[in-house]
């Protein structure tokens, strides 16, 4: 898988724009990578993504990975935008305008986060 976004210190909101710029662009999935202490909130992202634009979790896996002694866990979570998908006769992919909103009016829809 080519497009892994790593959450690490920004805010949620800003993993979700740009988790759904990437659908907007017609990738139709992604993994969301969360390392220790970031695992909760990689987690709340998934959720988010599912229950208020019907993008689906497809997998979850908790690894761990070891730098010097120390072995740190995370958790890599696949999403699929399918369900929001329609394919045409061409093969392509598009999403239908009522499911998605433009670039700009993102930041109005999550303000209050």
């Given at each position: 898988?080519?497009?892994i976004i790593d959450v690490c210190g920004?805010?949620?909101p800003?993993?979700?724009v740009e988790i759904l710029a990437k659908f907007n662009r017609r990738i139709d999935n992604l993994a969301i990578r969360a390392i220790g202490m970031n695992i909760s909130k990689g987690v709340e992202i998934a959720h988010f993504l599912s229950k208020n634009f019907g993008v689906e979790i497809?997998?979850?896996e908790i690894k761990?990975?070891?730098?010097?002694d120390i072995e740190t866990p995370y958790i890599e979570i696949t999403l699929k935008g399918n369900a929001m998908?329609?394919?045409t006769a061409a093969g392509n992919y598009n999403f239908p305008r009522s499911r998605?909103?433009?670039f700009p009016v993102y930041h109005l829809l999550l303000q209050g986060f």
């Open positions: 898988m080519n497009d920004k805010k949620m800003e993993y979700i497809h997998r979850q761990s990975f070891q730098i010097d998908q329609t394919e998605f909103v433009d």
